[in-house]
């Protein structure tokens, strides 16, 4: 009877351990948003950091950037 307590006993242990180990690897969730901007010539959204800015107004490539200045500019 003493030796199946104390096999219960070290498997909850271990099971405990277990646990404890597995929730400490887990990176935590840290997810930032991602500032979204519209290009003015295709309207199309995309990441602030790729954008090319030009008088307050985002462009998603100098392609663009130079079709719209070339109709609006």
């Known amino acids: ?9 070290v498997a909850i242990i271990y099971f405990i351990y ?10 935590a969730a840290t997810t930032t948003p991602i500032a979204m901007v519209k290009c003015q010539q295709c309207k199309v959204l995309f990441p602030q950091q790729e954008a090319i800015t030009k008088n307050q ?17």
């Open 18 to 27: 277990r646990l404890v180990r597995n929730a400490a690897s887990k990176p």
């Open 57 to 73: 107004l985002h462009f998603c490539s100098a392609a663009h950037l130079n079709l719209w200045l070339e109709n609006n500019g």
């Open 1 to 9: 009877m003493g030796l199946i307590r104390l096999l219960i006993f």
